[in-house]
């Protein structure tokens, strides 16, 4: 029995195999595709370490946005980028203003430190030349600080 004769090759000719063989499918694809702007101005964001430059970028975004060089959604994510980049740079970063070490049985905290405490749980001890002060304070004084400064722990070997 011969195959051949019940599914006939269609008669192609070499040249006309090698461009439907050479076509490129493009299949589609649900990945969105940004303008050069856009992306621009997302590793501008990224940089910037200036509220001043941040501002400078935001209204860029708002100019571009206007002239219709990027899309409403592209506007939309760079306003909330560029505002919370924004609101990072413009409050004050904490720093390590105290130096703590728990006392040997855990009832309370050494603090050295150059500002001014008060309130309740917190003892003066000795006030250094330099400015420097060391106060004793309670474990609930010292989570009350913890919610306002940075505190480094000072750990002293044995």
Do not use: W
């Not at 905290?109 to 309130?119: A, F, P, Q, V």
């Not at 030349?129 to 722990?153: C, H, M, W």
Request: charged share 30%.
């Amino acid at each position: 029995m011969k195959l051949n004769n019940i599914y006939p090759a269609p008669e192609v000719t070499r040249a006309e195999r090698e461009v439907i063989m050479c076509q490129v499918i493009t299949f589609p694809t649900n990945r969105i595709e940004h303008t050069n702007a856009y992306k621009n101005l997302r590793v501008f964001f990224d940089m910037c370490d200036s509220p001043e430059s941040c501002k400078f970028y935001l209204e860029t975004v708002e100019s571009l946005a206007s002239d219709e060089y990027i899309t409403t959604a592209e506007t939309l994510t760079l306003r909330r980028v560029g505002r919370q980049k924004y609101k990072e740079l413009s409050s004050p970063q904490k720093t390590d203003d105290i130096q703590a070490r728990i006392s040997h049985y855990g009832t309370h905290y050494y603090i050295d430190t150059t500002l001014d405490l008060k309130g309740r749980g917190i003892t003066l001890l000795e006030t250094e030349r330099d400015g420097n002060k060391k106060y004793r304070v309670t474990l609930k004084a010292f989570e009350k600080l913890e919610s306002q400064y940075n505190i480094s722990p000072k750990n002293l070997l044995d």
